[in-house]
């Protein structure tokens, strides 16, 4: 009995033993709640929250609207206008993409093209960037979709800007265009610091101003701060910071110019550059042939881009910044300019002119083989006697002649406002030792200034550089930074900012000698080379024709019927007017064209009777008609037997021996339209 009472007792004590160890262990449970619940909610509210607030709101990019680009009369080159697109986040589409495109395309249309581009870019890109499926769609899509949006979780319909080219070709290689944002301009804008501003954005510039002033036409980004449900879908806005428009940029381009020179190369190849010689304003910029940049906007398709890639007029190269062309006899009043200020002779001074220069036991003849008899720096340049200038190389010296011909910007980069400015080549005897590897090629030999004092040899300038310092030379001296985009619009005070207003530099250069060039200039068009394009102007200009040889003949006379059409001469012009006041400055060039005389001069004929017509002045230079170019005019002159630099028959034009090495440098004469062989002079 005894026993069984103390086993009872025993009993209850283990119970309640272990009725204390587990209400112990569940007050420490709840303890450790409680302490969890203090901890998440004092300690941890502020991060915490915020991460709910996070979940709660979407803060979402407002991309602003691109600055648009004018000409110098306020016409529109590029502009936005609104537009509906369907975008897809891969994250929160349920289910199958391509299921999900099968039922969408029941409800808005799809093509097979918007499918493959929105596959391939789904492909390339994260599962949380929203990819572009479709855009352009018009009201009537758009709030059809938007009334079934609760059946397409992960499709959004949105409005974006979409940039646009009025003009079409007219000026695109100043303008430019604008992409998609590849993955190469995602890391430069890393690295650039300027990611955070392209959130929402999609397009970028890519060519053209578009490309060169992008941070000014791109603005701002905006931000909003929208509620929303644990789906996705909006509530309401909780707060809103507007985008910042980009600034509108004012060319000093005129399009109606522009236009004009353009259809003056039409079915041609080459380059124009006009220039305010007082402000260093471009005024038309023709690179021909030119490309639709409304092509590049939401990326091209690949037969458009095979056209233009794989053309053999090259369409996509920008000729007056990227092309290097010997320039011919457009570089006698330089290098007899810098005869005269270099005291190497004077300008009365006479020489006799056999048709040839022998020099060193070779013979440099004459374009045409023309003579001129006893000839001083006026008629040398008004005929372009070859023997003249010939003779003036060896005298000046390739140094001195490069570091004169250097302050007019031949041979170095303008800045101007464009990407991809190449420098071209001023030759020197230091340039040739770093041009060449083997000690023998660089070497200087005096009979290359001779080809040099012509314009030919190693000379290889682009057509902004011969325009540019076709302005100097107008400007007395005085160097303008050439430039495209001439005053900046601010979205936020309309103020607008005047991007050059001060020269560079000047030239010291005297009166009297800057006088005998101009002269020789003026009767260049009176009595020379270029009389027939200029006769019965109204306005008085100067200027010096120019034919610069693609490859060599090597001893053969030329004819262009018998030559490749793409191996035939350029033909080039330079000139500003009018000379009192200059009030332009042209260069051009037309590719294999022949004649400088005949076919370039004509060109430059016409623009100047567009700029300088006194009722285009009148009404304040608003765009007029185009003056179309008599085609048959130029081929009759051409026909009849005038050489570039000299009046004499074709067919008795022999060719011109010039002393130039067998290798040359890859970029010394980049003729775009043909396969260089050599530049020499015809022997």
């Known amino acids: ?9 025993l009993q209850k004590r283990r119970i309640l033993i272990r009725v204390i160890v587990a209400g112990i262990f569940a007050l420490i449970c709840f303890l450790g709640l409680a302490t969890r619940l203090w901890y998440l909610q004092v300690v941890r509210y502020e991060g915490l929250a915020a991460r709910a607030d996070r979940n709660r709101i979407a803060v979402v990019p407002i991309p602003p609207r691109r600055g648009e680009i004018l000409d110098r009369n306020g016409v529109v080159l590029a502009r936005n206008y609104r537009d509906y697109t369907l975008s897809v986040i891969p994250a929160n589409v349920k289910g199958d993409v391509k299921d999900m495109l099968d039922e969408l395309g029941e409800l808005v249309y799809l093509s097979a093209n918007d499918r493959r581009r929105f596959l391939q870019q789904l492909s390339q890109s994260g599962r949380y960037n929203p990819v572009q499926l479709r855009n352009n769609l018009n009201e009537t899509e758009a709030s059809w979709f938007a009334a079934h949006a609760f059946k397409f979780p992960g499709v959004e319909l949105s409005a974006r800007w979409v940039r646009e080219y009025p003009e079409g070709e007219a000026a695109a290689h100043v303008i430019g265009y604008v992409g998609r944002i590849s993955e190469a301009d995602l890391v430069k804008l890393e690295e650039e610091g300027r990611a955070g501003n392209y959130r929402g954005s999609n397009i970028i510039g890519k060519k053209g101003i578009e490309k060169t002033w992008e941070e000014a036409l791109h603005g701002r980004t905006g931000v909003e701060e929208v509620e929303v449900t644990a789906t996705g879908r909006p509530v309401r806005t909780l707060s809103r910071i507007d985008p910042v428009p980009g600034s509108d940029l004012h060319l000093s381009i005129d399009i109606g110019l522009q236009k004009v020179a353009e259809q003056q190369f039409e079915g041609r190849r080459g380059a124009l550059v006009a220039i305010e010689p007082k402000t260093g304003e471009i005024l038309a910029f023709v690179s021909a042939p030119s490309f639709d940049p409304n092509l590049f906007i939401d990326g091209i398709d690949v037969e458009n881009w095979r056209k233009l890639n794989e053309s053999p007029d090259h369409p996509l190269i920008n000729r007056p910044l990227y092309g290097t062309y010997p320039i011919g006899s457009t ?38 083989g023309a003579a001129y008899g006893m000839t001083d720096m006026h008629r040398a340049i008004v005929v372009s006697s070859d023997t003249y200038f010939f003779s003036l190389g060896p005298e000046i010296g390739v140094n001195a002649l490069h570091d004169f011909s250097k302050q007019f910007g031949f041979g170095q980069l303008t800045g101007i406002d464009l990407e991809g400015e190449r420098q071209g080549v001023l030759p020197s005897t230091e340039w040739k030792r770093q041009a060449y590897k083997k000690p023998a090629q660089q070497r200087w030999y005096a009979g290359e200034t001779v080809s040099v004092a012509v314009g030919q040899g190693y000379n290889s300038f682009t057509l902004l550089q011969l325009a540019q310092a076709t302005s100097v030379l107008a400007n007395a001296g005085t160097y303008m930074k050439p430039h495209l985009v001439n005053l900046v619009r601010s979205p936020q005070t309309g103020k607008a900012t005047r991007t050059v207003t001060e020269p560079a530099y000047t030239i010291p250069l005297k009166a009297e000698n800057l006088a005998v060039i101009r002269k020789a200039m003026v009767d260049v068009m009176r009595s020379g080379t270029a009389r027939r394009a200029f006769a019965g102007t109204h306005y008085q200009a100067a200027g010096k024709t120019g034919t610069a ?12 019927s018998a030559v490749d059409e793409r191996l035939r001469d350029h033909a080039l012009f330079m000139a500003y007017a009018p000379m009192e006041d200059p009030k332009i400055a042209v260069a051009l060039i037309v590719e294999n064209g022949g004649w400088g005389s005949t076919v370039a001069a004509p060109v430059a004929r ?14 304040d230079a608003k765009p007029v008609p185009p003056l179309a170019s008599d085609e048959s005019d130029i081929v009759e002159e051409g026909a009849s037997g005038e050489s570039p630099d000299a009046v004499v028959p074709l067919e008795d034009l022999p060719a011109v021996q010039e002393d130039e090495p067998e290798e040359q440098v890859p970029e010394i004469h980049a003729a775009l339209s043909t396969q260089r062989v050599s530049v020499r002079g015809r022997q």
């Open 606 to 619: 016409t623009v100047f009777d567009y700029w300088l017509a006194p009722e285009r002045i009148a009404r």
């Open 549 to 560: 040889q693609v490859y060599s003949l090597r001893g053969a006379k030329y004819k262009a």
């Open 1 to 9: 009995m005894f026993e069984f009472k103390k086993t009872t007792h």
């Open 331 to 368: 570089y006698k009043p330089f290098v007899g300019l810098a005869a005269l200020e270099l005291g190497k002779r004077s300008a009365t001074q006479r020489i006799p002119d056999p048709g040839y220069f022998e020099f060193g036991g070779q013979r440099f003849r004459n374009a045409g």
